[in-house]
């Protein structure tokens, strides 16, 4: 069974630029979360959806989106980058996203310069 | 963002020697992960507690919920150069509230080194 796969994995973004991640689940799971991880902050939790909506988010500012679509396949977007955003954005995926094992993706390490 | 406590930090220990980490929290959990991350990848699902008092095997790892469903822990025992790693523990409240849908709340992580 194929793990969660995150593309890509690495990318360089200037400030002010934008950048959109992709996120395709585990077969069968319909609730995809993200969060961002950085040395300082550690784990952050940025968003979940299930069925193509949002049901929860996490405390960043608007310029974090997402959005999923109906094959479970989810997006997150960044607007407007700035250098704090430089981390590893990781995506997880659960059959309900209400309880129950979270399955991790290796992430995509993005760098602000 | 709020964050469990964990501890210890890093720990550096022998290969073969058997190490212990926990987890603390002001507030309950009705989940309680533990994960490990290598470098560069991402965090890999050890042990998965359902119920508080719980105590569950994984191989050489033992993980327990705590009662109170403020706390846990994990042991591994005789341990390996590849168990290298960052250890995390994760909270996760469920459907409680509605507000909680795939949100973990995660420890800073325990960096273990083991020297062969």
């Known amino acids: 069974k194929a793990g969660v796969t995150q593309t890509p994995r690495y990318l360089i973004k200037t400030r002010g630029q934008q950048v959109t991640l992709s996120c395709s689940p585990i077969?069968?799971?319909?609730?995809v979360s993200w969060y961002q991880q950085t040395p300082g902050q550690g784990l952050q939790f940025l968003f979940e959806?299930?069925?193509?909506?949002?049901?929860n988010k996490g405390n960043f500012p608007g310029r974090f989106s997402g959005r999923q679509f109906s094959n479970s396949r989810s997006e997150m977007n960044v607007s407007t980058l700035e250098l704090g955003d430089s981390a590893l954005y990781l995506c997880?995926?659960?059959?309900?996203?209400?309880?129950?094992?979270?399955?991790f993706g290796e992430g995509s390490r993005l760098t602000v310069l | 963002g709020q964050q469990l406590n964990q501890s210890p930090q890093s720990m550096f220990i022998q290969e073969g020697e058997d190490v212990s980490m926990n987890c603390t929290s002001s507030?309950?959990?009705?989940?309680w992960l533990w994960y490990k991350q290598d470098p560069g990848e991402g965090p890999v699902l050890l042990i998965a507690l359902y119920k508080a008092g719980e105590l569950t095997s994984n191989g050489r790892l033992t993980a327990q919920f705590g009662i109170t469903r403020k706390d846990s822990f994990l042991n591994i025992s005789a341990s390996i150069p590849s168990d290298v790693g960052i250890y995390f523990c994760?909270?996760?409240?469920?459907?409680?509230?509605?507000?909680?849908?795939?949100?973990?709340?995660f420890g800073q992580g325990t960096i273990l080194t083991v020297h062969p």
């Open positions: 997880a995926s659960s059959l309900s996203g209400t309880v129950g094992e979270l399955f």
């Open positions: 959806y299930f069925s193509e909506t949002q049901r």
């Open positions: 077969s069968g799971h319909r609730s």
């Open positions: 994760a909270g996760q409240l469920g459907a409680a509230g509605g507000t909680s849908y795939g949100k973990l709340t």
């Open positions: 507030s309950i959990f009705n989940t």
